[in-house]
Nanobody
Framework: QVQLVESGGGLVQPGGSLRLSCTAS????????MGWYGQAPGKQREWVAA???????NYTDSVKGRFTITRDTAKNTVHLQMDSLKPEDTAVYHC?????????????WGQGTQVTVST
């Protein structure tokens, strides 16, 4: 059973920064992609950023230039550095790990960490 544990959320003023962390219970290289999703109140969960095991990072347009996803393989951890935060970034952020099996994919999720951007 895979466990993903997020941390680092909180309340921050507009323009501020937060760093989210996601620690996996096994090597993150055992997954094809690690990523972050955000779920704002009353909305569906949406993809934010991803870091494939052998490729380049990807971001949704609204966070490009402000968010950075990185990984620390020694600690089985993926980070999401969030800078220049805006009120519309407010959401519960969930860590995702995806493993491909041919045409089938298995997704694993963390419990989420709340990010609130407000004055």
């Amino acid at each position: 059973q895979v466990q993903l544990v997020e941390s680092g959320g909180g309340l921050v003023q507009p323009g501020g920064s937060l760093r989210l962390s996601c620690t996996a219970s096994r090597s993150i290289f055992s997954f094809d992609t690690m990523g972050w999703y955000g779920q704002a109140p009353g909305k569906q969960r949406e993809w934010v950023a991803a870091i494939p095991s052998g490729g380049t990072t990807n971001y949704t347009d609204s966070v490009k230039g402000r968010f950075t996803i990185t990984r620390d393989t020694a600690k089985n951890t993926v980070h999401l550095q969030m800078d220049s935060l805006k009120p519309e970034d407010t959401a519960v952020y969930h860590c995702n790990a995806q493993k491909h099996f041919g045409t089938f994919s298995r997704d694993y999720w963390g419990q989420g960490t709340q990010v609130t951007v407000s004055t």
